[in-house]
């Protein structure tokens, strides 16, 4: 046990204690000062349009779904997609690419599937502080 002064002249106590899991817990007793910064951070993401983009019969490999999405609070910096099977369970693929959000969050995100089928899809959108999830389940090319 030791006593501390900080900065304003208020001592500071501190106690160490072992424990018989062989961990050390400090507790320390006084007056302290720090500073919060509160930012309001993304809110809420949406998906409210999946288009299926029709390709021409040499581009069928890959099939295209554009998903348009909406998001309240501040803007995202970065966007995530995460395709798994339908249970949501097994992740087959995530892409994470930077975003240029101006204004108002509305966004139009294209992406690949190389085959048809039904998908569970997260759409992760975040910046320094936060981050918001939207998720849906998608049937890609006639996909039972």
């Known amino acids: 046990t030791g006593a501390t002064t900080n900065s304003d002249s208020s001592t500071t106590l501190e106690s160490m204690e072992d ?7 400090i507790y320390r007793n006084g007056y302290y000062r720090n500073d919060i910064s509160v930012v309001e951070g993304i809110l809420e993401v949406n998906i409210i349009q999946m288009t299926n983009i029709q390709m021409t019969a040499s581009q069928a490999e890959n099939s295209l779904v554009d998903f348009v999405v909406t998001c309240q609070g501040s803007l995202p910096t970065d966007v995530c997609t995460v395709v798994s099977d339908p249970t949501c369970q097994v992740s087959r693929s995530m892409v994470c690419d930077p975003i240029a959000v101006t204004d108002e969050c509305l966004l139009t995100i294209r992406r690949a599937f190389e085959e048809p089928g ?3 899809i997260n759409i992760t959108l975040g910046d320094d502080t936060s981050q918001a999830l939207a ?7 006639g996909g039972e």
Request: charged residues 5%.
């Open 19 to 25: 424990n018989p899991d062989g961990g050390c817990h």
């Open 118 to 120: 039904t998908y569970c």
């Open 135 to 141: 998720s849906a389940l998608i049937s890609v090319n």
